[in-house]
């Protein structure tokens, strides 16, 4: 089920309510949905998206940013002993966009530094199979469908997760029901943080499900 700010704030304001949200209610669904963007924003570490296209004289990006997931795991191909292929799923989908910029840069976590490169899924196998391109294709990457193909030896010596970063609809300005680009996991985190904010609460044990509440069902 795609998570939106519309059904986060519905958890969050049943919680806070005792499962029977009302007007009465002291805290009011705005001030959630700001909190989920404001707490969303802080576990991405969202940044704004500056490059821009421009196609016939319009701006093809607008109302970007860009998110960081971390400690993704990645799982070996079957034949990484031969070319040290491996892949990882996609976190969230990011925007489509000239020269698979959408994927914005990947490495082993918290190493920046040692950023993978971007290839076309179509030219993967061209440089693989070139040797005079060895010193350049162990630091590699390629965008098929909701994974990533890496090629790295470095994958081999321990590094097993991954940082990535996408670029996406910035959420501040996202509305209430569009999508939003969260695991499972950190839908977690995000309730607990916004519930935290306004009643001190730091976990989810009372939380309800997405089902609409009784005051709502009619």
């Known amino acids: 089920m795609q998570v ?18 009302s007007e009465r209610d002291r805290v009011k669904t705005p001030e959630i949905l700001l ?5 969303a924003n802080a576990y991405l570490k969202s940044e704004v998206f500056s490059v821009n296209w421009n196609i016939d004289g319009t701006n093809a ?14 799982i070996r191909g079957v034949d990484y002993d031969k070319i040290r292929t491996a892949t990882f ?29 971007y ?10 199979t070139n040797r005079y391109m ?25 590094y097993n997760q991954v940082d990535v970063q996408l670029v996406v609809s910035d959420i501040s ?11 499972a996991d950190l839908r977690e985190k995000i309730v607990a943080s916004v519930l935290q904010r306004f009643i001190g609460v730091s976990d989810t ?14």
Do not use: C
């Open 35 to 39: 909190a989920i963007s404001d707490v």
């Open 89 to 117: 799923e996609l976190p969230a989908y990011p925007m489509l966009l000239p020269e698979g910029i959408g994927v914005y840069e990947v490495y082993p976590t918290g190493r920046p530094h040692l950023s993978l490169n």
């Open 4 to 21: 939106t700010k519309s059904i986060l704030a519905e958890q969050i304001l049943r919680i806070i309510s005792g499962g029977f949200p």
């Open 173 to 183: 300005s996202a509305g209430e029901n569009e999508p939003l680009p969260i695991s």
């Open 205 to 218: 044990n009372r939380r309800e499900t997405d089902q609409p509440s009784p005051t709502k069902r009619n």
């Open 119 to 128: 290839i076309p899924s179509g030219q993967l196998k061209f440089w693989l």
């Open 134 to 158: 060895s010193s350049l294709h162990r630091k590699l990457y390629t965008v098929i469908g909701n994974k990533v193909a890496i090629y790295d030896d470095y994958v081999g010596i321990g």
């Open 61 to 74: 990006v607008d109302g970007a940013a860009i998110v960081t997931y971390e400690a993704i795991p990645v």
